[in-house]
Each structure stands twice: as structure tokens, then as C-alpha cells.
């Protein structure tokens, strides 16, 4: 099992889960669609796959090679070093600032939590060594910048299991192993259409999208997702789609497209070409906290835990961000910079006065944003009772309020991923203590496994319910019809010296790679900064002087820190972090 004390400072509270006492078991819940990753062992090559979907294709970033070149090579070494405030630890707050303290900028990071990585959250076992990802857990192999970026970290990748044979799906109280399933469906009790009988979920989901690609050859990549975008999906299966009713239930028990139902068509498609059980993904080996702790090691500057931002005041010569670093005691700091990048999440954003104000439509973007909640509990045995049912990973599917349970690899322990639920079926689990969730979780277990698995249960568990983390509010954006706008223009573009970047300033929402992608484009636009801004909206409602004369006036009674001149120095915040500084001309991974 990997080190917990990875760095000075951080210790294994600061990362994140503990272990609930047998007494009063933990309560943990995950965000899975997190998003969220890819897999340098694919036995599925990602040019074939890109190239027999179509819709991929549309959806296809126009950088995304200069993105990956970004990634492999780094940043041009900056001739004008700047003061750079990164707001959030997350992914993208740890990538931006990794890419920007390599090329020479003076870079310190804000996090608000008393641990890093976002919902990139491993929660480990000191008992046992076992760990469960609470946050992202997977990556398919499209995603070949994180792929990119995992490399040149030297971390080690290997398959997630997405897809066992041998698991159950047990709907209307029948229960099918999963290869029945895809051949077939309506064994399951749903009275499918003749054309519907005898194809596998995955298939029907395609028949009802051969509508939608017939729009996407005659309208053009654009305009079909401007239709789509104006549908629930919902509306679309059972419109355009023409699917039965009982083939749309049908989906919506076994592949879990009930979540997006009442969300956007085009949300949908961004979703299914990320997730899907015939796709390939990877992992990280020992576990995904490894991704944002090699970042925190490679890091040139501070790192502040425990430093939720407050305020934001920018002028012409610099900003200043006030942070509260003790809360019972209201002990405010004010830090200045160059410039600010936020990360933070939509409900974190929010939180904090700008002034000037953010202009009308970022704050009508930032009210827009839509955040659904996503829920895992792991149940602790004491063995893999799975195994004696030759279920080897992948998962299995219920219309119980578990919904899904996914199966740990084969010597990897018995943490299983007892219930993942996000949208509108995390409401299954909102508002139970930590014994009422782990024992709903068991009760499901039970019920498709058999009443051995009570007494293989150990009693013990963790629970994470992302709609409850005060930092995030939520598992990821996916947004309705209606509120479907163009946000992510928004995001690009800077306020005055105040950059933004984080999985809901990109697409598609809800995996680690977007977050990675968000920064990246940041990172570039901080990097080639060079005085007045054309795309930079600026905060007087006129053209940015990013290097023009002006003044900034500080909280008052409160210290204003200089980063430029503090060299090591920095407000007392608790779980602060001071790394030893690396020098690269050029980030070579």
C-alpha cells in the first residue's frame, strides 16, 4: 500500500477517508460517471473507436491535439514569470499549476478542503490495505491525455473491468446473468416490440439513435446538437427514437439511462460515448489518489489546505484574494498575484464577492450550472464471495435503490462497491444515517446474492454523498434542455486578470480528462499573457490593460502578502505545504 505521508504536511486524515469504527460504520458515497478515465492496456484501439462512432466525431475537440502536445512536452519557459493564484486543489487546479510553475511562473495553490485532489477521492483501508475509489474510478481509452498525463507521472495504469459476463441483473424480480441479458432482454419481463426481442440494451439504445444520425449527416455536426440539445432524452427514445415504452424501462433499469431522462439528448450522447459497457477503460494501479499526489510532488510552490477564498479584488496591476484561514475566529489574509485561475466548483464560485462583480451573463452561466448527485457506499467482507459465482469484475444491475454494484479485480480484496447511484436515484440514499445507508446497501447485496452475505459482512463501510461535500455540492454537471446555453465560451474567456477552468467549463462533463483539458487551455492562455488581452473581458467593462497603471485597494484591516517578495513566506494557514522548488526549461514527460 502506498505511503500516506507522500509529502511533509499531509498525513493520511489530510487525504481524506477514514475508517469508520465497527461500532459506527462510515458513511462514503462516489460520483462514478467522474467522473471519468482511459486505459493504456485497451485491447480496443482508440482510432477505431473514434472513427465507428460518428457522434464522437462531432463531438471532437478542435485542440485536442494541442492539448496532448501540451501535456507531452509542456510550456514554453516564460520570459515574464508571473504571480499566479490557483483556486482549488483539484485536478485542474493541480495540473494548471504544475504546467505553469515548469515554464517559470511564481504559482500558489488555495484549497478550501484539508485534503487534495477534488473528487478524486481513494479511500483506503489501514486494516485491510484495501481501497475503494469514492470519486472517478475509471477512463476509457479515448482519453488519451490523461492516458499522457498518468505516463509522464509514471503511473501505472491497468483494465478496469467494466463488463463481466457472469454478472446478474435482477429487474421485476427476475434475475438474469448478464449474457442472457444481452442476448435476450425480454426474458426479463419487459414487452418488448418483435423488432426490440433479441437484441442486446446496447443495441436497442443504437436503434433508437439511427434517427439521430440520420439528422447529424443532413444538418451538420452543429446544428443537429443544437436540436438535440432543445430534447430530453427521454423525448428522443420515445419520439424520434421511436422505442417502445417498455424497451425506454428497459434501458433505464439495465444501463442506468434513467439518470439522464429529464436531462438534455445531447448531454445524453456526450455521456454514452464516454460510458458504456462496450468500450474499454483502465485504472490507476493502487489507487487514483496517486494521480493528484504525483502532481503535489512535482510542484514548485505552495500549496495552502484549509483556505477557503472569500473575496476577489482586481484592478490593473494585480489581484487580490482574500482568503479566511480560521474560521471560528473570522482570521482573514489577503494575498496578491498576477493573476487568478479558479477551479473550484460552480457552488464554490459562487460563494465568493467579486469586485468588481462578475459581468451578468458569467453569473447567469454560474446559476445555469447543473449539478446532480451522485452516491457510493462500500460494504467490507470477509471474503470475495463474488468469485465462488465466477464474477471476476464488471458489475451488476438491479431496480432495488442500490441500482448498481461493481465488483472488485480478482486478489484486490473484498471492498465491494456495494451501491452506486447519481441523479435522480441518489435520492434513495439522501438523508439516512451511515447504519441505515450501509444496511440498504446490504439488504440489496442480499437480495441478489443470497442471505450468506450478512454473515460474510464484517460490519463495517464507507458511504460518500457528493451532494452533501461542502466544496463540490454535487457529483457533476449535466444540464437540463432548457438551461442548455454556451456556457463553456464563457468560461474561456478570462475576467479582467480572473481565468477559469474545471469540468463544468468544458465538455463532457463529469470526467477527470475534461478537468485535465480545462486547465490546460488556461494554462496556455496565463502563459501567453502579454499585457492587453483582445479576448479578455475586462472588469470596467473596456478592453483589459493587464500591465496598465491603476491601483488596487485591499480589504481593509486586513494584511495584503506580496507573493513576489515573500519567497517562502505566506499567511499561517493550517495544513500548509512548502515544496521543494524544481527547475525545467521544458516539461518533458
Given amino acids: 500500500m502506498p505511503n500516506d505521508d507522500f509529502c511533509p504536511g499531509l498525513t493520511r486524515k489530510a487525504m481524506g477517508a477514514e475508517r469508520a469504527p465497527q461500532s459506527q460504520p462510515c458513511t462514503l458515497r462516489l460520483l462514478v460517471l467522474v467522473p471519468?478515465?482511459?486505459?493504456?492496456?485497451?485491447?480496443?484501439?482508440?482510432?477505431?473507436?473514434?472513427?465507428?462512432?460518428?457522434?464522437?466525431?462531432?463531438?471532437?475537440?478542435?485542440?485536442?491535439?494541442?492539448?496532448?502536445?501540451?501535456?507531452?512536452?509542456?510550456?514554453?519557459?516564460?520570459?515574464?514569470?508571473?504571480?499566479?493564484?490557483?483556486?482549488?486543489?483539484?485536478?485542474?487546479?493541480?495540473?494548471?499549476?504544475?504546467?505553469?510553475?515548469?515554464?517559470?511562473?511564481?504559482?500558489?495553490?488555495?484549497?478550501?478542503?484539508?485534503?487534495?485532489?477534488?473528487?478524486?477521492?481513494?479511500?483506503?483501508?489501514?486494516?485491510?490495505?484495501?481501497?475503494g475509489e469514492l470519486g472517478a474510478m475509471r477512463m476509457p481509452s479515448s482519453h488519451r491525455i490523461l492516458h499522457k498525463l498518468c505516463q509522464g507521472l509514471g503511473l501505472n495504469l491497468t483494465k478496469f473491468t467494466q463488463y463481466d459476463k457472469n454478472t446478474w441483473t435482477e429487474v421485476?424480480?427476475?434475475?438474469?446473468r448478464n449474457y442472457v441479458v444481452?442476448?435476450?432482454?425480454?426474458?426479463?419481463?419487459?414487452?418488448?416490440?418483435?423488432?426490440?426481442?433479441?437484441?442486446?440494451?446496447?443495441?436497442?439504445?443504437?436503434?433508437?439513435?439511427?434517427?439521430?444520425?440520420?439528422?447529424?449527416?443532413?444538418?451538420?455536426?452543429?446544428?443537429?446538437?443544437?436540436?438535440?440539445?432543445?430534447h430530453t432524452l427521454l423525448e428522443y427514445l420515445l419520439g424520434e427514437g421511436n422505442l417502445s415504452r417498455p424497451a425506454v424501462q428497459l434501458l433505464g433499469d439495465v444501463m442506468s439511462e434513467d439518470g439522464f431522462f429529464y436531462l438534455s439528448f445531447a448531454e445524453a450522447l456526450r455521456a454514452h460515448s464516454c460510458l458504456s459497457d462496450r468500450l474499454q477503460y483502465s485504472r490507476i494501479v493502487g489507487g487514483w489518489d496517486l494521480l493528484p499526489r504525483a502532481l503535489l510532488s512535482s510542484l514548485s510552490g505552495l500549496v495552502l489546505l484549509n483556505a477557503p477564498v472569500v473575496a476577489m479584488t482586481q484592478g490593473p496591476h494585480d489581484v487580490h484574494v482574500q482568503i479566511d484561514t480560521s474560521p471560528p475566529a473570522r482570521n482573514l489574509k489577503v494575498l496578491k498575484a498576477d493573476v487568478v485561475l479558479l477551479t473550484a466548483s460552480g457552488p464554490a464560485v459562487k460563494r465568493i464577492t467579486f469586485s468588481p462583480p462578475l459581468p451578468r451573463h458569467m453569473q447567469e452561466a454560474l446559476r445555469r450550472l447543473h449539478y446532480v448527485p451522485a452516491?457510493?457506499?462500500?460494504?467490507?467482507?470477509?471474503?470475495?464471495?463474488?468469485?465462488?459465482?465466477?464474477?471476476?469484475?464488471?458489475?451488476?444491475?438491479?431496480?432495488?435503490?442500490?441500482?448498481?454494484?461493481?465488483?472488485?479485480?480478482?486478489?484486490?480484496?473484498?471492498?465491494?462497491?456495494?451501491?452506486?447511484?447519481?441523479?435522480?436515484?441518489?435520492?434513495?440514499?439522501a438523508g439516512l444515517s451511515r447504519e441505515e445507508a450501509l444496511r440498504l446497501a446490504l439488504d440489496d447485496v442480499a437480495a441478489l446474492h443470497g442471505p450468506l452475505v450478512r454473515q460474510l459482512w464484517d460490519g463495517t463501510g464507507v458511504v460518500k454523498r457528493w451532494a452533501e461535500d461542502p466544496h463540490s455540492q454535487g457529483g457533476f454537471v449535466v444540464q437540463p434542455p432548457a438551461l442548455w446555453q454556451t456556457e463553456k465560451d464563457y468560461w474561456r474567456v478570462p475576467y479582467g486578470r480572473i481565468y477559469f477552468a474545471g469540468e463544468h467549463t468544458a465538455y463532457p462533463h463529469g470526467w477527470v480528462e475534461t478537468a485535465v483539458k480545462s486547465a490546460l487551455r488556461a494554462a496556455i492562455k496565463i502563459n501567453s499573457r502579454k499585457g492587453p488581452a483582445s479576448d479578455t473581458a475586462s472588469p470596467t467593462g473596456h478592453a483589459s490593460d493587464t500591465e496598465g497603471q491603476g491601483h488596487v485597494h485591499g480589504v481593509a484591516g486586513s494584511p495584503s502578502h506580496d507573493l513576489a517578495k515573500e519567497e517562502g513566506s505566506h499567511p499561517a494557514a493550517q495544513g500548509q505545504l512548502s515544496l521543494q522548488h524544481m527547475t525545467h526549461t521544458r516539461t518533458l514527460y
Avoid at 202 to 219: F, G, H, P, R, S
Avoid at 377 to 389: I, N
Fill in 36 to 131: 471519468i478515465l482511459l486505459s493504456l492496456a485497451a485491447s480496443r484501439d482508440w482510432k477505431a473507436e473514434r472513427s465507428q462512432d460518428p457522434f464522437e466525431k462531432c463531438m471532437q475537440d478542435p485542440d485536442y491535439e494541442q492539448l496532448l502536445e501540451v501535456v507531452t512536452w509542456g510550456l514554453n519557459r516564460t520570459l515574464k514569470p508571473q504571480r499566479v493564484i490557483v483556486v482549488g486543489a483539484g485536478v485542474a487546479g493541480l495540473v494548471a499549476a504544475k504546467m505553469l510553475s515548469d515554464a517559470g511562473h511564481k504559482v500558489t495553490i488555495l484549497e478550501a478542503d484539508n485534503r487534495i485532489g477534488g473528487r478524486i477521492f481513494t479511500y483506503r483501508d489501514q486494516n485491510t490495505g484495501w481501497i
Fill in 172 to 176: 421485476h424480480e427476475v434475475k438474469l
Fill in 182 to 230: 444481452e442476448k435476450v432482454p425480454e426474458k426479463l419481463g419487459y414487452a418488448l416490440r418483435p423488432q426490440e426481442k433479441g437484441q442486446s440494451p446496447e443495441d436497442i439504445y443504437q436503434m433508437a439513435l439511427n434517427q439521430a444520425l440520420k439528422d447529424l449527416k443532413a444538418l451538420g455536426c452543429r446544428k443537429a446538437m443544437k436540436k438535440f440539445e432543445r
Fill in 375 to 429: 452516491t457510493k457506499v462500500f460494504l467490507s467482507f470477509r471474503r470475495p464471495f463474488w468469485r465462488e459465482e465466477h464474477i471476476e469484475g464488471g458489475h451488476s444491475n438491479t431496480d432495488r435503490p442500490s441500482r448498481m454494484i461493481f465488483y472488485p479485480p480478482p486478489r484486490e480484496g473484498a471492498l465491494l462497491l456495494a451501491s452506486y447511484t447519481w441523479s435522480d436515484a441518489a435520492a434513495a440514499f
